[in-house]
């Protein structure tokens, strides 16, 4: 049964956050979730683990989001995990995908719990519609 999760990794600086987050993913019966604050990790953790998708703090102290992503994608065994950009740098209106990838997406903080499943479904092919 443990099988049928989608794995989730939460890179975000914020202890917070990664509960928070870990909690809600978790709640849903559909996800496992691995969190960490420390963007090297972070790192070792996608290759080590290859999640289904990674959720993704921009500002992060030592190693921004950004360089690690372009670490991430760099490399054949992470290069095709969407990475979900979770940030308050940006606005509700503004678009959620980078168009020059379809690996790379947006979320405005602060989510609500319904808006980052909803979408983390969605990247990943889950929602019928």
Request: hydrophobic share 40%; glycine share 4%.
């Amino acid at each position: 049964m443990a099988g049928e999760f989608k794995k989730i990794l939460i890179i975000d600086d914020e202890a917070d956050i990664c509960v928070f987050s870990k909690k809600i993913l978790e709640r849903t019966g559909k996800f496992q979730a691995t969190v960490t604050q420390n963007s090297a990790d972070g790192i070792n953790i996608a290759r080590s683990d290859k999640p289904d998708i990674i959720l993704l703090d921009i500002n992060m102290p030592r190693l921004e989001g950004d360089e690690v992503a372009h670490v991430l994608s760099a490399s054949p065994l992470t290069s095709s995990i969407p990475i979900v950009f979770i940030t308050s740098l940006l606005h509700k209106a503004e678009p959620d995908q980078d168009k020059t990838s379809n690996r790379y997406f947006f979320l405005p903080k602060p989510i609500s719990p319904n808006e980052m499943i909803d979408r983390i479904e969605e990247i990943l092919g889950m929602k019928t519609f």
